[in-house]
């Protein structure tokens, strides 16, 4: 009868790490939409929060940005339409409006290139100076952008849905068309 006792104890201590194991494996597409419904992630020092991050931008964006939409701007229709089908490609593309629209508005301005590749908002308000036509509402709000961007390149894991996405393609073509008028 040892040998019976000792499966027992085996089946008993396997049991539950197997049945944990075959739950993750039968019910992984479940999991990654209960994941995917999750609006904030945090780890360590770090907390993200996409869908409440940009709420907020398009709070800030009532009050700094113009409500015209540059259809003509290289393919706003097309990047709403991606956001159909692959919002993080969207959010990113329409980042690159904006960075071209940076880069023309350093131009303008004389701001070094250097200084605009990983832009330091706060730095560029005090180069600006306080008169400028961008307003002080405008560089939280492409800070919030630029936020955003990053958290959509570098969370992979991350699920955008696409009308957050298309959200951000609104108000990314909204801080473009500022830059390009300031």
């Known amino acids: 009868m040892d040998w019976l006792?000792?499966?027992?104890?085996?089946?008993?201590?396997?049991a539950w790490p197997v049945a944990f194991v075959a739950a993750v494996v039968f019910l992984r597409q479940e999991w990654v939409d209960v994941i995917g419904r999750i609006q904030s992630t945090k780890h360590k020092e770090?907390?993200?929060?996409?869908?409440?991050?940009?709420?907020?931008?398009?709070?800030?964006?009532?009050?700094?940005?113009?409500y015209s939409?540059?259809?003509?701007?290289?393919?706003?229709?097309?990047?709403?339409?991606?956001?159909?089908?692959s919002p993080r490609?969207?959010?990113?593309?329409?980042?690159?409006d904006v960075e071209a629209s940076l880069e023309e508005?350093?131009?303008?301005?004389?701001?070094?290139?250097?200084?605009?590749?990983?832009?330091?908002?706060?730095?560029?308000?005090l180069r600006l100076g306080e008169d400028n036509a961008l307003g002080k509402g405008a560089f939280?709000?492409?800070?919030?952008?630029?936020?955003?961007?990053?958290e959509a390149f570098y969370l992979t894991n991350k699920v955008i849905k696409s009308d957050a996405a298309k959200e951000y393609v609104s108000l990314a073509n909204r801080m473009a068309t500022l830059l390009k008028e300031a």
């Open 5 to 14: 006792i000792f499966i027992l104890s085996v089946i008993e201590a396997i």
């Open 46 to 66: 770090i907390q993200i929060e996409f869908g409440h991050r940009l709420q907020e931008a398009s709070k800030k964006a009532k009050s700094s940005l113009p």
């Open 69 to 85: 939409v540059d259809l003509a701007s290289k393919g706003l229709a097309h990047r709403l339409e991606l956001a159909g089908y």
């Open 89 to 96: 490609g969207a959010i990113l593309e329409s980042w690159i």
């Open 105 to 125: 508005l350093g131009a303008r301005y004389e701001i070094p290139r250097d200084e605009l590749k990983h832009p330091d908002i706060h730095m560029m308000e």
């Open 140 to 150: 939280s709000l492409l800070q919030s952008l630029c936020e955003m961007r990053n």
